[in-house]
């Protein structure tokens, strides 16, 4: 089965401060994908980023990173110089490839609040 | 793109009511997922139609949930006899292929008195 963990229900930090939101994950797939998802108050989930479980290579995109770790299972985000406007629920997410089928799993979400 | 849009934002309806919702997917995008998510919590998956073939459900939908993607555009999600216990943000994403991002609503938020 796959489970996703994200062991920090919330967050609060002032702004301009790096923060990182942890994500673990479990699979007997050999061949998944990992992704990270924003929930801005608004309530719709907004994609951030997508990696597949053979690329283990960092990705940055502006003020945002991604490290994927296989050896621990683990794909964390940071943020750096925190914004008001990143303020929001973020989802790490596993997908389960069932009968054709990518089926997303969430973990429970990280709160986040960026303080001015 | 016009991004997955979601109707109504929110339904009210006192239990015991039946409830159908919309979802129509990009136009592109031949995949469709529908989630539920209650407070505090991750989207859970329901189920997923590969245009109007609907190819798995999870066993959180009983059999008062039904969905129908006719012709594998948009699709509804019916729920009948609404309970308590089925107060949720429900979440529609599509996508344009298997292994491609998926791309939400803005989710229908289903309060029942």
């Known amino acids: 089965a796959q489970k996703v963990t994200q062991a920090q229900t919330e967050i609060s930090v002032v702004e301009k401060e790096d923060v990182t939101l942890d994500c673990v994950y479990e699979t007997r797939d050999t061949t998944y994908y990992l992704f990270w998802y924003k929930q801005p108050p608004s309530g719709e989930l907004v994609f951030l980023i997508r990696?597949?479980?053979?690329?283990?290579q960092n990705e940055i995109s502006g003020r945002y990173s991604w490290n994927f770790q296989k050896s621990t299972s683990s794909f964390n985000f940071t943020i750096t110089a925190s914004q008001v406007v990143d303020s929001a629920v973020y989802f790490c997410a596993l997908s389960a490839l069932i009968q054709g089928a990518q089926k997303l799993v969430f973990g429970q979400g990280t709160r986040l609040t960026i303080n001015p | 793109d016009t991004g997955v849009s979601q109707d109504p934002r929110h339904k009210i309806t006192k239990r015991g009511q039946n409830v159908t919702f919309r979802c129509d997917p990009i136009s592109e995008h031949n995949r469709l997922y529908w989630y539920r998510q209650t407070l505090g919590q991750g989207p859970e998956f329901l189920t997923y139609?590969?245009?109007?073939?609907?190819?798995?459900k999870s066993r959180l939908l009983s059999d008062r949930f039904s969905a129908e993607r006719p012709k594998g555009s948009f699709s509804t999600l019916e729920i009948q006899r609404t309970e308590q216990g089925d107060s949720a943000m429900y979440l529609c994403a599509s996508s344009r292929g298997l292994s491609q991002p998926q791309h939400f609503g803005d989710g229908t938020r289903l309060s029942i008195l």
């Open positions: 139609f590969q245009n109007e073939a609907q190819l798995e």
């Open positions: 990696r597949n479980s053979f690329d283990e």
